[in-house]
């Protein structure tokens, strides 16, 4: 049994019982006559609260159970969730959309369980463990294959554009760089933008879930053969690369290189036999997933450090040394291996990002995370 319903940072307690009473309000009128619990889940990285409501057994069914998304300050995210779960229900096992009610922040959703893919990789075999990504990176190949025109005209799904990677990369320099107290040289740092951005927006486009990582897969309690995904009302038309990274490269589980290089061959061959666009090599597939890895990573050690300086939410410091290391392995291989392009960007930003950057982050970290 989880804890009863949690206050948001921002809401004093007469506010969240009063948001409490309109939740329970609104479920009595869609279960009618019914009984029911309703039991508060642990917090994500956003301001929505999620619930789990479970209907006792009566004589002829067991318990039922729902998930029940309460979005009071965030009616545009959720009207994009719906609207992002229509167009990839086709294709994958997102979460049915039970009820609704937009205007009051509430929706009932299909209830996946309680078992995500992470907890699924905790003391597996490894042959075990790669049936599982086998798995994940074929759901993944089949969202690419829902066609870009139809997320962009049916459902007017954004780019992951200049705009947007630039917000995401700034994130980095916003946030992490003021936390370990050094200055940024911003030649360095807008000339990398630049360089990252021209090779990522060469890659082929496809829809991006953008944030298909180890905590937003669930194993579906009604159909073990098929992996849930939620928190995907993000979505947009960027990258063939980014879900990947998020996957391979998560900031919560940690896999050796040569498995992680494994995987993304797998997946580039998923790509061909599906008749998707891809890289012509291996080679070339690995060196887009890095090049987009360094603006993810860059972007989430950003958001980390948001996530604890301005909501206090400090759990996410631990998970910082898995992003950095994965930073700066990406680095390293595009050093080595990018385009020539690349590299008379990307060499001057590492010498001082070695020589500055991982100094200043390592005695900031050292005592309690490294």
Do not use: C
């Not at 960027?238 to 990274?245: H, I, R």
């Not at 990018?338 to 982050?361: E, I, M, R």
Request: a negative charge; glycine letters at 4%.
């Amino acid at each position: 049994m989880t804890d009863k319903l949690t206050l948001e940072p921002n809401m004093t307690d007469t506010e969240t019982n009063s948001r409490l009473q309109q939740l329970e309000s609104w479920l009595q009128q869609i279960f009618t006559g019914k009984r029911f619990n309703l039991d508060s889940l642990p917090g994500d990285a956003s301001a929505r609260q999620y619930h789990r409501i479970q209907l006792p057994k009566d004589d002829d069914n067991g318990a039922l159970n729902y998930i029940v998304m309460d979005s009071a300050d965030e009616q545009d995210a959720m009207r994009q969730f719906i609207n992002v779960a229509k167009l990839m229900s086709p294709a994958i096992n997102v979460p049915a959309i039970v009820a609704q009610d937009v205007t009051k922040g509430f929706l009932v959703l299909q209830d996946f369980g309680a078992v995500e893919f992470a907890h699924l990789l905790v003391d597996a075999p490894s042959t075990q463990i790669n049936e599982y990504y086998q798995l994940a990176m074929q759901t993944l190949v089949a969202l690419q294959a829902v066609p870009v025109e139809t997320a962009k005209s049916q459902h007017q799904l954004p780019d992951y554009d200049t705009a947007l990677l630039d917000r995401e990369m700034e994130l980095f320099t916003d946030w992490f760089i003021p936390y370990i107290g050094i200055a940024l040289d911003k030649t360095l740092w807008d000339n990398l933008k630049v360089a990252l951005t021209k090779e990522i927006l060469q890659q082929p486009q496809v829809i991006v879930h953008r944030d298909y990582h180890s905590r937003n897969l669930m194993q579906d309690q009604a159909d073990h053969s098929r992996l849930g995904v939620i928190d995907f009302q993000d979505a947009v038309v960027g990258s063939y690369t980014y879900d990947l990274v998020s996957l391979v490269r998560d900031a919560y589980v940690e896999w050796p290189e040569r498995q992680i290089s494994e995987w993304m061959k797998d997946f580039w061959q998923l790509q061909q036999q599906a008749g998707l666009s891809t890289a012509a090599s291996a080679q070339q597939f690995e060196n887009d997933v890095n090049v987009m890895g360094v603006q993810r990573h860059l972007k989430v050690l950003g958001i980390f450090i948001r996530l604890s300086e301005r909501d206090g939410k400090d759990r996410y410091l631990a998970d910082i040394p898995k992003v950095m290391s994965d930073l700066v392995f990406e680095l390293e291989w595009l050093g080595k291996h990018g385009s020539d392009s690349l590299q008379q960007a990307l060499l001057p930003f590492n010498k001082w990002f070695v020589d500055t950057v991982l100094p200043a982050y390592q005695h900031k970290f050292a005592q309690q995370y490294i």
